[in-house]
C-alpha cells in the first residue's frame, strides 16, 4: 500500500506491505537508522520517535498508521542552528554511554521539555519511564533534560 | 580527587573531558550492527525448540524452502556436512550449532532460514515441521545429580551422568582445623539467581564470505574481535589472514557479547555457501532464552568466628546451574571463574572451597555479566556472611567488618586462596562511607522505629575485586594468553592515531585512552583518534570484559605512549643540540634541564621525526606495546544503603545509597562515575527485580522485557558517590578498573539492608530478587 510520511520535513512517499512497521520502514526503507531497536514487546523506548509532535514508540506503530503525518527521528533534531539544546545537554552532563538509547531518550526529553523548561526531578523519571537505559542507571540522562530545560526557558526568557 | 597535572588544554588523566565518542551517538550517526547494510545481504532467521527436552526425530523444511524469498533452510545435518554442528565453548565442552540429535533446552537452534527480507525469513519458521518426542526435563542443578536422572548430553563421550565440572581450591586440613577451633559456625545457604546481562542492543551478525577471494569479514557484535577471529579460524577452518573482524559501536555488553553463539556461526557458513551476505540480528525474545544467562549459582558458606567476632576460617560449598553445556567464557584453569576471591577483604588463614556444576534443561551462558569471571557471587556470599556472622556474634555489622579487615600495612597481602592484593585501605573507606551515611545515628534511628513498628534497615558491603585478567603465566581463555597491546602512531604535525586491541562498549575508550597519551605525551587528547573494534587495523588482544581494558589496554596505551616520549625527547635533544639525559619533560614541552625557555613541544618533535633526525635515528614516531600484567588489580568499595520496608506488603525502598569506590587513579572521573552509575543500577535490578526463571517443564519465564524486569529511571534509587584513592602500585598509571566494581559489590549491600530490617525478628536470609511477596513471608514466617 502507498504511504506518504512526512520525515524531518521531508515526503517520502512509498509502497509498503500493510504489516511494516513504522519503525522498519523508517530503518529500512527511508534508510535513517537513529531510531534503534532493543525489544519486542513495547517495553524499552529505543525505536521512540516523535509523531507529530508527542512520542511513540515506532515498534508498535504500523506504517500505515503514521501515513499523512509528521515523523520527528534523532536525524531531525538538529536544526539550522545546530545542536538542539537536549543534544548538547546529553553530551555535556555524560548522559550518554553506549548510546542505543539515547535517540529515544533524547527525543522524549525534547518533547516533555517543549510543555515544561522546569521539570522536577521526578516528572522527568516519569516522563522517561517507558524508556530502558542499561548503562547510566539514569542519573545523568534526568540531568541533561533539566539542563536541557533550562537552557531552553533561558534563551527564551532572554529573547 | 586527584588533581591533574596537565591543563586542561591537553587533557590528562584526572580530567573530565567530554567523550569523542557523544558527536555521532547523539545525532544518530552512529554505526550499531543493525545498522549495516551490504548490498545483497540476505536476511537469517532462527527457528527455535519450544521444549526443554525432546528427541528430534525428522525435520520436514520443505514448505519453508518453497516460499517466496527463502533462499535456504539450513539444519543441524547440512551444517553436520561440513563438520560445523557442533562447536567448542569457552570452557572446553561442546555445543550444537544446530541441534542434530536432541533440543536440551527451550529456545535451543532447531534450524535457520536464510531468505531475501527478514520478514519472509520469519514467516518461512512457521512453514517449518519439526517431530519431537518429549524427554523428561530437569530443571534443577539438584534434580540433576539425583541417581537415575536423565542423562542430557547423552552424546558427550564418557559422560555418564549430569555432571559438568568439579573444581576444589584452598586447603581443606587448615580449614578444618580453623572450624575445631571457632567458637561458632555462622551459616547462610543462598541463590544467586539466573540473571541476563540483557544489554540494549541484542547480538548479531553480518557474515560476508567473498567465494572468490575466500575474503570473510564478519561484523559482529564482539567485545572481544581478535580473540574471536582466532576462534572463528579455530573452529571454521578459514585461514585467519582471510578473516577480519569488525566490532561496531556495541550498544552495550556487560559480558553478553563475549561468547560465540550458535547464530554466527551458521550465518558465516550461510554467506560461505550461498556467495552473499548473510544478516542476523536476535529478537529480545531470542537474547533472554538463548546467549548468555549469568550466575544461578547454589551457595553454602560457612564461617568460622570468635566470640570476639574473628573470622577464623571460611567454607564454600556451591552447585552451579550451568544449562545444557558447559559454555563459562572463563581463563582456562578456574573451572569457576574467579569465585576463590571470596575470601573479600578480610584478613583470615585458611579457606576451602569446593564447586560443582551440573547440567539442565536450560540455556547454556554462565557469562561474565559485568563482573570479573563469578567474581560478583563470591562478593555477594562474603559479605551477607559477614553481616550475619554480626548478627550472631552480637556486633554492629559495620565493627564486625572493622575487625577483621586487611590492615593498610598488610599489602601487597596473599589470600587463603592465592590472590596478592595490590593495595587497598579498606576501613577509611568504610569509616568515610558510615560516616556519610551518618551510620550512628542511622542506628539509633532504627531502634526508635522498631519500637514503633516501623522497619527500616542499613546494608552494609565492603568488596574487593579481582580484575584486569591477567597475567600469562596464569590467565588464557582457549589457550590465549590474557595480554593486550596499543600501536600508537604519531603524524608529522603531532596528531596521533591509538590503536587498541580492546573494544568499548559505551565505556569510552575513545576518550579515556587519548586521554593517557596525553597525559604520557603532551599531545592534546582532543588531536588523537582512538581506533578499535576492526582486527585488520588494530593489534592483538583478548577484548574488553573483566574490568580488564584499562589494567591491561590502559597499561599498554600507557607504556607505548611512554616509548612516543622517549623518542621524541631524544629527538627534541638533537634540536635543542643537548644531550638527551639533560632533557625534561612538563606537560606539553621538552626543555634543556634548569632553561625552561630552551624549548621544543611534541608537534616540534613529531615534525623532526619525519623531517630533521639525529645521526642513526629511524624515521617515523610510532611503536607498539603488547603488555602483559605482573598482577591483577583489585578495585574495593564500601557501600551503605538504608530502606525502609512496609511491614504489611513487604514492600521496601530504598531511602539512601552512599557507595564509595577506591579504583586507583581515576582517568576521566566523569566517566568512572558514569560506569558507577550504571553498576549500582545493575545491582538493584538484580536484588529486586532481575531474574529469569523456569517452570517445571522448562519453559522460560523471563524470555521479553515484560517478564524480565529492568529497572525504569522510575524505580531506580538515587546514588551519592564517594571516593578514595589508592593506586595500583604495578600498574604504569595507578588505576584499578571500574566498570564492575558497582554491580558486584552492591547486591550484597540492598539484600543486607533489607535483612538488616528484620534482623531483630530472626530473619538471617531472603533470596535475590528481594521481591516484596518473599520479605512478605519472611515477616510472617518470623513473627508467626
Ligand atoms: S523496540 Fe520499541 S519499545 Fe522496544
Ligand atoms: S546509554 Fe547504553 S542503553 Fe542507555
Redesign the pocket.
Given at each position: 500500500m502507498e504511504v506518504n510520511i512526512t520525515i524531518n520535513g521531508s515526503e517520502h512517499a512509498s509502497d509498503v506491505e500493510p504489516r511494516t512497521l513504522l519503525?522498519d520502514h523508517i530503518r529500512r526503507t527511508v534508510g535513517l537508522t537513529g531510531t534503534?531497536?532493543?525489544?519486542?514487546?513495547?517495553?524499552?523506548?529505543?525505536?521512540?520517535v516523535l509523531m507529530d509532535g508527542k512520542p511513540v514508540?515506532?515498534?508498535?506503530v504500523l506504517a500505515a498508521q503514521a501515513d499523512g503525518s509528521e515523523v520527528t527521528t534523532v536525524e531531525g533534531l538538529k536544526g539550522a542552528d545546530g545542536l538542539h539544546p537536549i543534544q548538547s545537554a546529553f553530551t555535556d552532563d555524560h548522559g550518554l554511554q553506549c548510546g542505543f538509547c539515547t535517540p529515544g531518550m533524547m527525543l522524549v526529553g525534547a518533547s516533555l521539555i517543549a510543555e515544561n523548561t522546569d521539570p522536577s526531578d521526578d516528572e522527568v523519571r516519569w516522563a522517561i519511564s517507558g524508556n530502558l537505559c542499561r548503562c547510566t542507571g539514569y542519573i545523568n540522562i534526568v540531568k541533561a533534560i533539566q539542563t536541557a530545560a533550562a537552557r531552553v526557558a533561558e534563551s527564551s526568557n532572554g529573547s | 580527587m586527584v588533581a591533574p597535572t596537565t591543563p586542561a588544554e591537553i587533557g590528562g588523566i584526572g580530567h573530565s573531558v567530554q567523550r569523542k565518542e557523544d558527536a555521532r551517538l547523539i545525532e544518530g550517526q552512529g554505526n550499531f550492527l543493525d545498522d549495516i547494510d551490504l548490498p545483497n545481504t540476505l536476511h537469517m532467521a532462527i527457528l527455535r525448540s519450544p521444549l526443554a527436552h525432546a528427541r528430534i526425530n525428522g525435520i520436514d523444511s520443505e514448505a519453508a524452502t518453497a516460499l517466496d524469498g527463502v533462499v535456504a533452510v539450513v539444519t543441524g545435518d547440512l551444517m553436520d556436512q561440513h563438520g560445523l554442528a557442533w562447536m567448542p565453548t569457552l570452557s572446553g565442552d561442546t555445543q550444537a550449532v544446530l541441534a542434530t540429535d536432541k533440543v536440551r533446552y527451550q529456545g535451543q537452534e532447531v534450524a535457520a532460514v536464510i531468505a531475501t527480507d527478514p520478514y519472509i525469513a520469519t514467516d518461512a519458521l512457521e512453514l517449518i515441521e519439526v517431530d519431537y518426542e518429549d524427554l523428561p526435563p530437569i530443571t534443577t542443578p539438584q534434580q540433576s545429580l539425583e541417581e537415575g536422572a536423565a542423562l542430557i548430553r547423552d552424546e558427550k563421550e564418557g559422560q555418564t551422568d549430569n555432571l559438568a565440572y568439579t573444581w576444589e581450591t584452598g586447603d581443606k586440613g587448615a580449614t578444618e582445623e580453623a572450624f575445631a577451633q571457632a567458637d561458632r559456625v555462622v551459616t547462610l545457604e543462598t541463590h544467586y539467581p539466573r540473571s541476563h546481562p540483557a544489554p540494549l542492543e541484542t547480538c548479531g551478525i553480518v557474515a560476508d564470505v567473498n567465494s572468490v577471494t575466500g575474503q570473510a569479514t564478519i561484523y559482529m557484535t564482539s567485545q572481544a574481535p581478535h580473540a574471536h577471529r582466532t576462534l572463528f579460524a579455530m573452529v571454521a577452518g578459514l585461514p585467519e589472514q582471510n578473516i577480519r573482524i569488525v566490532s561496531p559501536d556495541i550498544g552495550g555488553g556487560f559480558g553478553n557479547k563475549v561468547p560465540i553463539y550458535p547464530g554466527y556461526v551458521v550465518a558465516t557458513a550461510a554467506s560461505l555457501l550461498i556467495g552473499q551476505p548473510v544478516k542476523w540480528v536476535e529478537s529480545?525474545t531470542e537474547n533472554l532464552i538463548s546467549t548468555g544467562f549469568a550466575r544461578d549459582y547454589y551457595m553454602k558458606g560457612e564461617l568460622a568466628v570468635t566470640d570476639q567476632g574473628r573470622i577464623l576460617g571460611l567454607r564454600v560449598n556451591m552447585l552451579s546451574d550451568q544449562g545444557a553445556f558447559y559454555s563459562d567464557a572463563q581463563p582456562t584453569q578456574f573451572r569457576a571463574g574467579l569465585f576463590h576471591v571470596v575470601t573479600g577483604s578480610y584478613d583470615f588463614p585458611a579457606a576451602h572451597i569446593d564447586c560443582k556444576g551440573a547440567f539442565t534443561n536450560k540455556a547454556p551462558g554462565g557469562v561474565a555479566y559485568r563482573c570479573s569471571f563469578r567474581i560478583t557471587e563470591a562478593s555477594y556470599l562474603i559479605e551477607r556472611l559477614v553481616q550475619n556472622a554480626a548478627y550472631e556474634v552480637g556486633i554492629d555489622p559495620a565493627e564486625m567488618r572493622l575487625r577483621n579487615f586487611i590492615q593498610p600495612e598488610q599489602f601487597p597481602y596473599e589470600t587463603a586462596t592465592g590472590f596478592v592484593y595490590d593495595s587497598g585501605d579498606y576501613p577509611t573507606a568504610l569509616r568515610q562511607a558510615l560516616d556519610a551515611a551518618g551510620y550512628e545515628e542511622l542506628r539509633a534511628e532504627q531502634a526508635a522505629a522498631r519500637e514503633e513498628g516501623r522497619l527500616v534497615g542499613i546494608g552494609i558491603a565492603h568488596f574487593t575485586e579481582a580484575v584486569g585478567a591477567g597475567p600469562a603465566h596464569t590467565y588464557d581463555i582457549a589457550g590465549l594468553k590474557m595480554i593486550d597491546s596499543a600501536e600508537l602512531r604519531v603524524h608529522p604535525t603531532g596528531k596521533a592515531i591509538l590503536k587498541l586491541g580492546v573494544k568499548t562498549q559505551g565505556q569510552g575508550h575513545e576518550t579515556t585512552f587519548a586521554q593517557i597519551v596525553a597525559e604520557e605525551t603532551g599531545i592534546p587528547a582532543t588531536d588523537i583518534k582512538v581506533i578499535h573494534g576492526d582486527t585488520d587495523d588494530t593489534p592483538y588482544g583478548l577484548g574488553t570484559y573483566a574490568s580488564r581494558s584499562t589494567p591491561v589496554g590502559g597499561a599498554a596505551t600507557a607504556m607505548v605512549a611512554r616509548k612516543i616520549a622517549d623518542k621524541a625527547r631524544h629527538i627534541a635533544a638533537h634540536l635543542l643540540e643537548a644531550a638527551p639525559e639533560d632533557i625534561e619533560r612538563t606537560a606539553d614541552k621538552f626543555h634543556v634541564a634548569g632553561s625552561p625557555d630552551q624549548a621544543v613541544s611534541i608537534q616540534d618533535a613529531a615534525f623532526a621525526a619525519y623531517t630533521n633526525l639525529p645521526e642513526g635515528m629511524e624515521y617515523g614516531l610510532e611503536d607498539v606495546t603488547y603488555y602483559n600484567p605482573p598482577n591483577l588489580t583489585f578495585p574495593y568499595g564500601s557501600y551503605v544503603v538504608v530502606v525502609d520496608v512496609d511491614p504489611d506488603t513487604g514492600v521496601w525502598k530504598v531511602r539512601r545509597m552512599v557507595a564509595l569506590d577506591d579504583c586507583g587513579v581515576r582517568i576521566n572521573p566523569m566517566i568512572v562515575e558514569g560506569q558507577i552509575h550504571g553498576g549500582l543500577t545493575e545491582g538493584f535490578a538484580m536484588s529486586s527485580m532481575q531474574w529469569i526463571t523456569f517452570d517445571d517443564d522448562g519453559n522460560c519465564i523471563g524470555s521479553n522485557?515484560m517478564d524480565y524486569l529492568i529497572p525504569t529511571a522510575w524505580e531506580t534509587p538515587r546514588f551519592e558517590l564517594l571516593e578514595t584513592v589508592t593506586p595500583s602500585p604495578h600498574h604504569p598509571i595507578g588505576a584499578k578498573g571500574i566498570g564492575e566494581s558497582a554491580t558486584v559489590g552492591s547486591p550484597a549491600a540492598f539484600v543486607n539492608a533489607v535483612v538488616d530490617a528484620l534482623a531483630h525478628l530472626g530473619v538471617r536470609n531472603i533470596d535475590m530478587p528481594v521481591l516484596p511477596d518473599r520479605v512478605w513471608e519472611a515477616i510472617d514466617t518470623a513473627t508467626a
Open positions: 519503525v534503534h531497536v532493543g525489544c519486542d514487546t513495547t517495553s524499552c523506548g529505543a525505536c521512540t514508540k515506532a515498534c508498535t | 529480545r522485557f
